[in-house]
T-cell receptor
C-alpha cells in the first residue's frame, strides 16, 4: 500500500457525461500528479500540482481540469466524455518537487459507454 | 523531447533465474532521474528503484538492482532469483523537468514479465 488513495475504484458512465476523480496524497506529501494509462497511448502525464498551485501540464485535454485543495487532496474533472477517454487514471504523490520519488495510488478505471 | 525505450514487449523466465529488463533513454538534460515501476495484473503501480543521473553507484533495493550505463544511456533492471510473484508489467520511467521545478515522469511502453514454475 503506497498510502495514496483514489476514489472511486471503478466508474462506468455514458458519452457526454461529466465525472470527478478524487485523490488523497500520502501524509506529508505536497505534490500531486495525474496520469492516464490507455492501451493506445500508454502512460501519459496529465498535470502536476504542488501545495495547491499548478506546476506543469502535459497532454491534458481542454475538457479535463484539476485542482488541489487546501487539505492537499486533488480532484480531476473530466467532462463531455468520449469513448476514447476510457482509461485507468492514476494519481501519484511526492514529498515536494525536484528529485522526489512519485508514489502511485491504485487508480480509477473509467469506462465510457 | 525526452524518450524512454523498452525493446522487450514480453519475457518468459524460469523461476529462480535472474532476469534483465532493458531500458534506454534519450535526454539532453544533464540532471535526470530514472525509475522502475511494477504493475501487477491488479493494476496498481509499485515503485521499485531509483537512479539519479549524478549517482556514482548503481542503485540496489533487495532483489532489484539497476545497471546504469550513462554513456550508453541505458538503465536496465536486474531481478535476481526471480519468483512467481514477479510476474507483472514493468515500466521504466524518466523524470523530466528541472531539479527544483515542476517534474513529470515519461514512461516506456513496458515489458510483460512472466515467471514460469
Amino acid at each position: 500500500d503506497s498510502g495514496v488513495t483514489q476514489t472511486p475504484k471503478h466508474l462506468i458512465t455514458a458519452t457526454g457525461q461529466r465525472v470527478t476523480l478524487r485523490c488523497s496524497p500520502r501524509s506529508g506529501d505536497l505534490s500531486v500528479y495525474w496520469y492516464q494509462q490507455s492501451l493506445d497511448q500508454g502512460l501519459q502525464f496529465l498535470i502536476h500540482y504542488y501545495n495547491g498551485e499548478e506546476r506543469a501540464k502535459g497532454n491534458i485535454l481542454e475538457r479535463f481540469s484539476a485542482q488541489q485543495f487546501p487539505d492537499l487532496h486533488s480532484e480531476l474533472n473530466l467532462s463531455s466524455l468520449e469513448l476514447g477517454d476510457s482509461a485507468l487514471y492514476f494519481c501519484a504523490s511526492s514529498v515536494g518537487i525536484g528529485t522526489d520519488t512519485q508514489y502511485f495510488g491504485p487508480g480509477t478505471r473509467l469506462t465510457v459507454l | 523531447a525526452q524518450k524512454i525505450t523498452q525493446t522487450q514487449p514480453g519475457m518468459f523466465v524460469q523461476e529462480k533465474e535472474a532476469v534483465t529488463l532493458d531500458c534506454t533513454y534519450d535526454t539532453s538534460d544533464p540532471s535526470y532521474g530514472l525509475f522502475w515501476y511494477k504493475q501487477p495484473s491488479s493494476g496498481e503501480m509499485i515503485f521499485l528503484i531509483y537512479q539519479g543521473s549524478y549517482d556514482q553507484q548503481n542503485a540496489t533495493e533487495g532483489r532489484y538492482s539497476l545497471n546504469f550505463q550513462k554513456a550508453r544511456k541505458s538503465a536496465n533492471l536486474v531481478i535476481s532469483a526471480s519468483q512467481l510473484g514477479d510476474s507483472a508489467m514493468y515500466f521504466c520511467a524518466m523524470r523530466e523537468g528541472h531539479r527544483l521545478g515542476a517534474q513529470k515522469l515519461v514512461f516506456g511502453q513496458g515489458t510483460r514479465l512472466t515467471i514460469n514454475p
